[in-house]
Structure formats: structure tokens, C-alpha cells
């Protein structure tokens, strides 16, 4: 597996000479509320309250970089290196930040990155995420890993090169994990382990709600699937309703038939019918248009579509399927 950035991510803490960011240079702009991270723990080394707790991202144009800023209740604090840690000079941060940016309509991947767990609704399959953390590898050639990281006051910002965005941005989501150098993709899983709430005792530290190991996220956490923050304006200004989005009847079909992973939609639109092929992604919707989860489509009938649910089971019975384009590639394997 191969890196389409630098795998050598380097970090260090200091002070940044951008406190405030040019508004003719931003590409994005997602505010999220304050206490709302999933973490309850006690009082531990390193760990306060507000520490995964993201408040704002911001991705602007730099000159000849992209930079990816991540604001938080509380000041980063470094992860202390363990006993044996083969590069102790090495300084990683508690939080790591994903941004998941979707660019290009009815194309991308629904699963996220590993470690993480969860997967995107598929009208807002992302083309490319921007990693501030230790390097990922995934295969598909879409992974950023920020090429520096620097801490100033409660801010976390990574460098990234111009191509890492390479087009407008339709949609975007960021989320915040615990870094782990050791785990699947150098984030912390959520399980029974020793020690304090850093290493995820489950004993004294705990997520509210079921679901993936995501402690903070700019959209609302549906089970194993995260909803995104619509961007509408040309500088990036996230869509705050929370009403859902209104769908176009000749992209979406009623369920007909849902159980045991299986979704049958029908009957679906001639024309979306003659459009759709194999490997084509389809987010379901619950009775409000609120997205359960995402299904991929496996054999095609004249008026009817059968899909299969792509991770956990939808937490409640969907209704609609919305399919995020008739040109998709084929879904990753869950």
C-alpha cells in the first residue's frame, strides 16, 4: 500500500504567525458545538475536559500549500511515548483530526479510513481526507498526511501541498480520535484494555452512545454511519439547518424489502433505472430523510434494486434509498 504524501509526517509544538485566516483563501469553515465529545472519563494525566472537544476546521489556500486548521476547548497536549518507544523523540499529539472531503459528485468512498470504523453516507463519498496525526496507508491513492504539525494555544494546524485538494468541495467532515502510534491506522479502538483513560479502560472511561471510536465530529453519529455538513456557498460556509436536504425524486426510490443486510428498492425511475450499474452507492434514509447507513448495489431488475448494507445493520428500518450517482466506483469491501 502506498501514500500519495509524504509517509514521513513530522511534528512539533510552537506558535504559528496565522492567528486569524484570510477569508479569500478559505475552502472550507465548519463550526461544531462545544461539549459535545463522546469521552467520559475521570481526571487522567494529559486528558481534561475539552481535550477531543473540536470547536472549528478550517482549510484555506497558503501560497503554495494547503493548511488544515483544528480548534479545540482545550490546548492539544502531546502523547506521552511509551517505555519502548523505539523513536522517543518523535512528539505525537491526544487528538487526530480527519477531514473527509467529497469532490466529485456520485464518486468515493463510503468506508473511512482504517481504525476508524464507521462509514459515510453515500451521497457524500469522500474523494480525499487530510490526516493531523500519524500517517495512514490506505490503498486508492486519496490519504494526506499532514507534512508538519504545529500546536498554538487550543489550535492544531497541518500542512498539506496543493493537490491534496483538488477540486471545490461539495460536502466535507471532520472527525476527532484518540492517536495511538501501535493501533489499525494509529488510532485508538474502543475496547477493555489497562491502564488509564488514555488507553481506554473501559472501566472508567466510556463513549456515550454505541458506535464507532469517533470522540467529536462536525456531523451528527447514526449508529456506524456519520453524516457531513453540506457546503452551499462558494466560500465554504457550512449549511447549519438542521433540516435534511431535499432530495431529487429521479435520484432515490422507496424500500420495498429490507432485512438480514438485504435492501430491495422499487420501484425505481426509468430513467434511474437505465442509469445505475454494479458497485453503485446508495445512501438509506429513515421517515424524516435522516441517513441509517449505506448499501451497495448487487443485481438490477427492470423496477427494482437489490443493495447490501455496507457495516452494521441501520439502527432504524430505512424507507428511501438515495443513490449518489449512476458512475460510481465500486464500494470498498467492509
Known amino acids: 500500500m502506498a501514500l500519495t504524501a509524504t509517509s514521513a509526517t513530522s511534528c512539533a509544538t510552537g506558535h504559528s504567525h496565522h492567528d486569524d485566516v484570510d477569508a479569500s483563501e478559505v475552502l472550507l469553515d465548519l463550526h461544531d458545538p462545544a461539549g459535545d465529545v463522546r469521552l467520559r472519563h475521570p481526571a487522567a494525566p494529559g486528558v481534561e475536559k475539552g481535550t477531543f472537544d473540536l470547536r472549528r476546521v478550517v ?3 497558503q ?14 497536549r502531546p502523547l506521552s511515548p511509551l517505555p519502548d518507544d523505539v523513536d522517543r523523540n518523535r512528539t505525537w499529539l491526544l487528538p487526530t483530526v480527519d477531514v473527509y472531503l467529497d469532490l466529485v459528485a456520485g464518486k468515493g468512498d463510503a468506508k473511512a479510513l482504517p481504525g476508524r ?10 474523494d480525499t481526507a487530510l490526516v493531523l496525526g500519524p500517517g495512514v496507508e490506505t490503498p486508492g491513492g486519496a490519504v494526506w498526511n499532514a507534512e508538519h504539525l504545529v500546536t498554538s494555544g487550543r489550535t492544531l494546524r497541518g ?15 471532520a472527525v476527532v480520535l484518540a492517536t495511538s502510534t501501535r493501533a489499525t491506522g494509529q488510532v485508538r479502538p474502543v475496547g477493555i484494555l489497562k491502564g ?40 465554504g460556509e457550512p449549511d447549519v439547518s438542521s433540516e435534511p436536504a431535499p432530495v431529487s425524486q429521479a435520484a432515490s426510490a422507496p424500500v420495498a424489502f429490507y432485512g438480514s443486510g438485504l435492501v430491495v428498492a422499487s420501484p425505481v425511475p426509468d430513467a434511474l433505472a437505465r442509469s445505475l450499474k454494479l458497485g453503485v452507492l446508495g445512501t438509506l434514509q429513515d421517515a424524516e430523510g435522516r441517513a441509517v447507513g449505506t448499501a ?26 438515495v443513490f449518489g450517482g449512476a458512475d460510481t466506483r465500486a464500494a470498498p469491501a467492509p
Do not use: N, Y
Open 296 to 321: 451497495v448495489v448487487e443485481s438490477l431488475a427492470s423496477t427494482a434494486v437489490s443493495m447490501r448494507v455496507i457495516g452494521a445493520a441501520p439502527p432504524l428500518a430505512p424507507v428511501t434509498v
Open 59 to 61: 482549510v484555506q489556500r
Open 196 to 235: 488509564d483513560c488514555s488507553t481506554w479502560d473501559d472501566d472508567r472511561c466510556q463513549l456515550d452512545g454505541k458506535g464507532p471510536p469517533v470522540l467529536d465530529a462536525t456531523g451528527p453519529i447514526v449508529g456506524d454511519v456519520i453524516s457531513v455538513t453540506r457546503v452551499l456557498r462558494v466560500m
Open 159 to 173: 500542512r498539506f501541498p496543493l493537490d491534496a485538494v483538488p477540486g471545490e468541495i461539495r460536502t466535507a467532515l
Open 117 to 126: 470504523a464507521f462509514f459515510l453516507p453515500a451521497d457524500a463519498a469522500w
Open 63 to 76: 501560497g503554495d500549500h494547503i493548511e488544515v486548521t483544528a480548534t479545540f476547548s482545550a490546548p492539544p
